[in-house]
C-alpha cells in the first residue's frame, strides 16, 4: 500500500507573512530554510506520494485575483521539482472559513481518493503549520507533524489532538527523522562457544558512489 505525505504549503515549505497571509506576488516569494535540503532526501529516499493540500482563502475573487496566485504557485511548484520534489496531487481549497465547507481544511473531501486499500493512511503523514492540519491528519487517520515553534502547544492539548500530532518542529531536519523508516536492527546470539552481536544500520554517515550509505557493525568475541 502507498503511504502518502499531506503536506501544507504556506507557512510550511513558504514563509507565510504576518501581516498578509495572502501571498500573491512574487516579492513576497520566500522558502522556509531546510525544506530543499530534508524534503528533498524524503522524496529520494522514502516511497512517500506527496500531496500538496492547501487553503487558499477567496481564490477566484477580487480580493484575491487568479492572476495573482498561479505566477506564485507555479514557481512553488517549478522550483521544488528542480529539487527532485514533485507533488503527485495538489488540492486547493478556495472557500472561505466562514463557508465552513467540506473541502476546506480539516475536511477531507478533496481527499476521499486516499480512503481506499491501496492507501495505508495509518502510516501517512500531515505535515502543516496550523490546528487544522492536525485536525486533518486526525480525520484521515494519519500522523500529524505540526509546523510551529511550540506557541500552540496549549491549543494542541485544549482541542485533544495530541494523540494525532507525534512531532511539533520548525526544522525539516527533525522532520526528515520523523517521517523516514527506521533501518536498523540488532540480533545477539550467545552458545557456549560464541557470543554474537550484529547491528545493521542502513541510514548511517559515510560516502558511498551510488549515494547509499550502508553501515554494518558486526562483533564477534568467542568464550
Known amino acids: ?4 505525505l499531506f503536506i501544507d504549503r504556506d507557512g510550511t515549505m513558504i514563509v507565510e507573512p ?3 497571509p495572502q501571498i500573491d506576488s512574487l516579492d513576497e516569494l520566500e522558502f522556509i530554510p531546510g525544506v530543499f535540503t530534508w524534503l528533498g532526501k524524503i522524496a529520494r529516499e522514502c516511497d512517500y506520494e506527496l500531496a500538496m493540500v492547501t487553503n487558499q482563502d477567496g481564490l477566484g475573487t477580487p480580493s484575491f485575483p487568479e492572476e495573482t496566485f498561479w505566477p506564485v504557485q507555479n514557481l512553488v511548484s517549478k522550483t521544488l521539482k528542480g529539487e527532485g520534489i514533485e507533488f503527485k496531487e495538489v488540492f486547493i481549497d478556495r472557500s472561505l472559513p466562514s463557508e465552513k465547507k467540506p473541502t476546506r481544511k480539516p475536511g477531507t473531501a478533496m481527499l476521499t481518493k486516499y480512503f481506499s486499500e491501496e492507501y495505508d493512511l ?10 487544522t492540519d492536525i485536525e486533518l491528519a486526525k480525520n484521515l487517520g494519519a500522523k500529524g507533524i505540526l509546523f510551529n515553534d511550540g506557541s500552540l502547544s496549549n491549543k494542541l492539548t485544549e482541542k485533544n489532538l495530541e494523540a ?3 512531532g511539533i518542529t520548525q526544522d525539516w531536519k527533525t522532520i526528515y527523522e520523523l517521517v523516514s523508516p527506521k533501518r536498523s536492527a540488532k540480533v545477539q546470539r550467545t552458545t557456549k562457544e560464541t557470543d554474537i552481536s550484529i547491528e545493521v544500520n542502513l541510514a548511517g554517515k559515510g560516502n558511498h558512489p551510488l549515494k547509499r550509505v550502508w553501515h554494518f557493525l558486526i562483533t564477534c568475541s568467542i568464550n
Open 122 to 131: 495509518t502510516n501517512s503523514f500531515v505535515i502543516g503549520d496550523r490546528l
Open 18 to 20: 504576518a501581516a498578509d
Open 1 to 4: 500500500m502507498k503511504r502518502v
Open 164 to 166: 494525532s500530532c507525534i
